[in-house]
């Protein structure tokens, strides 16, 4: 296969970033754009040399030359497309979520593994140099073992009318955290608590209180209504403390030779406590520059050609909306912690 | 009365501060510094022209010329502390939390009431230039009602043996909550989750999700574990809202004439919502660079002329309990919402 | 004229970001990339519909379909390809600076005229959302009367085999000047000093203390070496002061209403000086995030319909190099003060 | 001797900084603060044990338990005060700058000589912990040979009505850099710029051009005009380049192991020059957060005590009046380059 040819579905919000880097990536061929408003495509393909735009999914799916499609439409119709689209034959990237209910998204899993095909997720973030790293470090153990994570990510964010802020933002925050922990930190039960303080008639403030194995602990904060701008994420561990900032783009990761030990020391009347702290440097590595979705193109075109099968593939999309649906149902019950089991990678 | 006369009760870790603005305050006169250890204490009066250090708190109750005595002893000396200071006739300022439940402060106050004596809570941080400039902002309107709160306080902070990180730093953020937020926006319920995995026999991450008043909700973060520093506090409003970094010295306090307006438009299948954004410019007030425990003692002084109660009287001090306490039951039951109904201030 | 066909000359650096922005720009038709080497300029065309390589200049001029070309070319090339582009009744938008030497601009500015069409310089940071605001805030008189500014641009940068640094960054600092600094406040005098540490066999560390009318003072420090990228400029007046940083996506600009007040109080023998300081609110401007190269875009496709003269016109670019000739004759003076008398453009 | 008696000449801006330092300082005994207005040195005795306010200079060299003053006057009247207390036995810290003149400074250092005293210069910021740790990071050669300096202090500073913005800031930076930089780059020229755009009657604004031996060279901006103040020094070297910033508590210093290779290779057509780029990780040093004057006050000590020479002693003092004064005549002559020939210290 010379190029992997490449339809996009879907030109709404994340649709014209998946055309540019499909058009400018060596490996692939921008064959179509497919919207149900044709002159929202047009728009994309004009521009584009061999690009074509049509509001017939049947006319994508039936040009051989189109190895695989990339979906970005709204979750809700995830299933029915990326299901038709590997019954004819070819390969499925999606957007996050995967789909609208952890039912939809196992029997894309079984379609695409029975027709041999790829299923993968655009989890954009895994694939940018800053999780690549944090990815890298936790797996060398750099950090040692997993005390606590803190995710932020607040906004003045666009208010979705179909799905509220933890099903709009958290699929990044839990992508991430399903990306770079080890299976021995992985979710085990979620609590979850919103707020809806401008009558939306979805929760636009949420959080997370996500229980890992091994008895540690991640919280995730997103929010809608913040006019700041955070996007940072903390992992503690009992070695060392990674803060990720993405928005410092000339310091994004530092890396901190602090933490608190425990001591074996008998209790001392005078001391405060047995526990010391370790004040050491502060580490930020160098990183590229390159833009994540440059990288899941790339990702894509190694899964299509068998040469490997990607680093998100439907089952990690999977785990996000088991952790997602567990969060209705805490919302629905006071905040209660709700016990996860996560569907494994069958590698 | 000419100066006031002070005596330091507790010499370890804040006592330090309140000898040093007492002793520098020029309508105060420190008399006295006491602590169980008097080593301790006179390693604090030697430097002060007319300071003397004692472990007898009978001789500095007996000191005609003690007018008030500021107590910085654990918090499970308080009400007993607190009590023999009243019962002697001295005015008291005490760090927080007051007490260490609530049926000791209200008994405190109490005792106070019953004596015509000042009983004051040391919550430095509602007396910072920050702090009282956000109270006046909101009280003038210029947020419009308040949509939700977000505070965070996370450091590489002294692991306490007898109180979770709930106890040690959230009444930093309650406090200043209660003096900041309108009475329509009292705190109405907790929810609480929290982790220890660093094996302290302690929570050392915790999060509070409150309920306020009118729909709206406020979360508090703070962390004994985080090797980077935060203290942000960000409070939405219907019309501005309000960013205050307290680390952050050239630019505490940001107003962001941004939000979300719900429009009173009808649906419209193409808009995805019905919320519109408003991105205007960002004022930060010049504030002024005093010390906050400067302006306690001076609060202080006041109140014991007599010429206005204390901004942070026992009450609110108690109002913070109730919290505290309601949050444990919270963490005991996994997480649960808990109603409180907050003491109100009898003026 | 419906589309402004364009063609972009160079096909190095900055050539792919007038590619790009050509071809999406709504209004502009891509119809070639000339470069000497055919294969940087097929891969920049392989990707747009409609658009041809070629490294035959006289292909592009003979082209009826273009009205205008983008020379981004090395600096010493600019003047002939423009004279010849010209000559051939081409509109031209041209890299900064705008040629080798102040007589080849002269003579560009001659030709363009005679043959009344725009020659008009690529000065980007003028068409930048930070610039116009700044510009703007001078004109409305936000500012004052101008006391100081101080522009610092360094960075870690490709060290030039042909040109100092002088020449390579301050073209940027010194464009801006010309462009926000009212006439009142142009630049009389330039004194510069530079070093080559490392023996590029070019300075690559510069400065340049620039006199401007009505005694007030303007540096510019210009820098290859440095590891740290700061791109600031302060301009302090006489009743705010602007602080423009680049690198901060958050908050560019910062105007503060602070400054230095010269009483008229008589000479005090206590106060240490007559004056005295204003410490108020500070204010950052929301602005738009859109792309600078693309409203040059759109101000050459202003200019080659008729309908305004550009903002940067050859009279800009020329002004620029008279100042870096002069800073060329102090640093062979050992820093002397060199007195320069900008061109006045001709409207 | 137990402890070292001290007296503090001159009750002004600084004063009660040193007052504060010697009060809390162990090893030293606060004898007396002595100001030609009494009140003002009431005011600095009153809080503290055991000292006196006195207007009466004879009163406290005649003080036999006094046994060093620390002198914080104006620099007018430095060496006569100096050249008292020396005169009578006394030994002597003197604040920034030394003398009013190079040929009083010289005479100042030779009266403590000739008595065996010490005569040591209040250049607090070199016992602050980063310039510390800068000097030590560049004696162990961490940074290779050092190829540029760049120090900015701008600020809303108080103008002078007697000294220039040189004079009042640049001792700063030159006595940091006296202190960090070997002697093989000593500072061998000056070039000065200043301007007074607000008719003050001193330079506001100025610039420093600093020759290097060895070709490289420093550079100093200092501004009373600013607004927004910064504190930065980037020192680059061949090997790593180390920021400054002081004005970041959480990361003063980052050293980068970054910067510009000179390659040997052959020049190239294609490559754009035979210059590459380092881009490695960067590191922050963990550091103590303690108060400098703290440090030069134990400093004095050990010089009175005679168990060190103080590491900024007259020398240091002299050499920075030996550049400022050069910054004069370069002033005076149009920013022309100036040769100083630098005192060496006589160890």
New interface residues.
């Given amino acids: 296969m010379d190029k992997v040819g490449i339809a996009v579905i879907g030109a709404g919000y994340w649709g014209p970033n998946l055309v540019r880097n499909v058009?400018?990536n060596p490996s692939t061929d921008l064959r179509w754009v497919c919207d149900i408003q044709t002159a929202s495509a047009e728009r994309l393909t004009?521009?584009?040399?061999?690009?074509r735009a049509t509001s017939d999914l049947r006319q994508v799916l039936d040009d051989p030359d189109v190895h695989a499609v990339a979906i970005a439409t709204p979750a809700a119709t995830h299933a029915e497309l990326a299901i038709e689209a590997l019954t004819a034959g070819k390969h499925v990237l999606i957007e996050k979520p995967i789909a609208a209910s952890v039912g939809e998204a196992e029997k894309m899993i079984a379609v695409a593994a029975d027709a041999g095909l790829t299923l993968m997720c655009d989890h954009t973030y895994c694939y940018s140099p800053s999780v690549r790293h944090i990815r890298s470090v936790i797996e060398q153990g750099d950090l040692g073992d997993i005390?606590?994570v803190?995710s932020?990510r607040?906004n003045?964010g666009?208010?979705?009318?179909d799905v509220n802020v933890l099903w709009d933002l958290a699929p990044h925050d839990l992508s991430i955290l399903d990306h770079v922990l080890p299976t021995e930190r992985a979710v085990t039960a979620v609590?979850a608590?919103g707020?809806?303080?401008?009558?939306?008639g979805q929760e636009?403030?949420g959080?997370l209180?996500l229980g890992l194995r091994g008895?540690?602990?991640a919280?995730v904060?997103v929010?809608?209504?913040?006019?700041?701008?955070v996007r940072t994420m903390?992992i503690?561990g009992?070695d060392r403390?990674l803060?990720w900032d993405d928005?410092n783009?000339?310091?994004r990761i530092?890396i901190?030779?602090?933490?608190?030990d425990?001591g074996s020391a008998a209790?001392d009347v005078v001391q405060?406590?047995?526990?010391s702290?370790r004040?050491?440097?502060?580490?930020?590595?160098?990183l590229p520059d390159t833009e994540a979705l440059s990288a899941v193109i790339d990702e894509l075109v190694a899964a299509v050609r068998g040469e490997r099968e990607p680093r998100t593939g439907g089952t990690s999309g999977l785990r996000v909306l088991q952790i997602l649906e567990a969060s209705d149902t805490s919302l629905r019950t006071?905040?209660?912690?709700v016990d996860v089991m996560l569907a494994e990678d069958q590698r």
Avoid: E, M
Wanted: aromatic letters at 8%; charged letters at 10%.
């Fill in positions: 058009a400018f004009s521009t584009f040399a061999g690009a005390l606590f803190d932020v607040i003045l666009l208010v979705q009318s609590a608590t707020s809806d303080p401008i009558g939306a636009c403030v959080h209180s008895g540690s602990s919280h904060h929010n809608w209504l913040s006019p700041t701008k903390i503690g009992t403390t803060v928005l783009p000339t310091q530092s901190f030779d602090r933490g608190v425990l209790d405060r406590s047995r526990i702290y004040i050491g440097d502060v580490t930020s590595p160098a006071g905040g209660v912690s």
